[in-house]
């Protein structure tokens, strides 16, 4: 099991950048894929970015290529999203998600572990 905790939102005007980092206890966080996740008002869950358990497999999702960067150390069991060039349309509450074996990357319920999220405000 893996506890997770989100951390870097705020609030930045549009063109600006966040890192949000997320956080994961124990000591087998080099087992698990991690994705992140938004959720905007009024909206369902949305796929935003994917890496793989080595960092050798990332994708994302199209309307965050090009300016959001997903990585991880798993010596500090800690994944990051680098988001730039944000825009009004990327406010949400960010989650960070882990999963030992996924096959429908972008699907929710793939994930079985979640953090509580973190919001990301940005303003036009």
């Known amino acids: 099991q893996v506890q997770l905790v989100e951390s870097g939102g705020g609030l930045v005007q549009a063109g600006g950048s966040l890192r949000l980092s997320c956080a994961a206890s124990g000591r087998t966080f080099s087992t698990y894929s991690m994705a992140w996740f938004r959720q905007a008002p009024g909206k369902e869950r949305e796929f935003v970015a994917v890496?793989?358990?080595?960092?050798?497999?990332?994708y994302y999702t199209d309307s965050v290529k090009g300016r959001f960067t997903i990585s991880r150390d798993n010596a500090k069991s800690t994944v990051y999203l680098q988001m730039n060039s944000l825009k009004p349309e990327d406010t949400a509450v960010y989650c960070c998600a882990a999963a030992n074996v996924v096959v429908g990357i972008t699907t929710p319920s793939e994930y079985a572990y979640w953090g509580q999220g973190t919001q990301v405000t940005v303003s036009s």
């Open positions: 890496i793989s358990r080595s960092g050798g497999f990332i």
